[in-house]
């Protein structure tokens, strides 16, 4: 069975800092990771994800995560925090499809709410 | 543009008073799947759908429905609301072999 847990429900940076994200995931088979975004009053959108390839993830928005299977972690990090990048934060895990996942079963942490002070 | 497509938005109703929400995509992807998000236990996946008249139960599947008799479409129901299911409710489509889900911008419901 896979999991997901995001450290810290509520996160808070001043404009300028470092976002730092922290997602640890449970997964018996080599996994796919990603990490989503949701805007208030809006659905969420992708912003970067990783399928085995490079461990270094590039998104969107500046947006960046390392995949350390060693430490079975993908932590989010942007190195200088904007007002828009104040939403919510989602870390998934699902199964590749070589290992008879089903494609579009995502299993989600349970968020991490970004907020940046001015 | 491509987009997934939830109706309604908002919707109170009352228990027992059955209901369909629907989602519609033009992107001719192969996946489609419900979740509702709460707070303090993000989103949790309530059906799932991997292609025309194939559809299985997500972690939450209990008071729901779901039918996928044309590939665009994956409607939602439920056929005896209670106040339990009040929830924000997102329908989501991916092309199968990818995790990049498409998300709708949610259906808020409130049972009373």
């Known amino acids: 069975a896979q999991s997901v847990t995001q450290l810290g429900s509520h996160v808070s940076v001043s404009e300028g800092a470092l976002v730092l994200l922290r997602c640890n995931y449970s997964s018996s088979v080599p996994p796919y990771l990603f990490w989503y975004v949701q805007y208030p009053n809006q659905g969420l959108q992708l912003l970067l994800k990783?399928?085995?390839?490079?461990?270094l993830v590039k998104g969107i928005n500046g947006f960046e995560a390392e995949f350390k299977k060693s430490e079975t972690s993908f932590h989010l990090t942007k190195p200088s925090a904007h007002m828009s990048d104040a939403a919510e934060y989602f870390c998934a895990v699902s199964e590749p499809p070589n290992y008879g996942g089903s494609q579009g079963n995502l299993i989600f942490g349970k968020g991490t709410k970004l907020s940046v002070k001015p | 543009e491509a987009q997934v497509t939830q109706n309604p938005r908002y919707l109170i109703t009352v228990t027992g008073k059955k209901l369909t929400v629907t989602c519609s995509q033009n992107m001719n992807h192969e996946y489609m799947s419900w979740y509702r998000q709460d707070p303090g236990l993000g989103l949790r996946q309530i059906y799932y759908s991997m292609n025309v008249e194939v559809t299985d139960k997500g972690d939450v599947p209990e008071g729901y429905k779901v039918s996928r008799k044309e590939k665009r479409n994956f409607p939602l129901i439920l056929e005896s609301p209670s106040p339990n299911q009040t929830s924000l409710y997102f329908c989501?489509?991916?092309?199968?072999?990818?995790?990049?889900?498409?998300f709708g911008e949610g259906s808020r419901l409130t049972v009373l």
């Open positions: 989501a489509s991916n092309r199968a072999n990818t995790g990049e889900l498409f």
């Open positions: 990783y399928t085995s390839a490079a461990t």
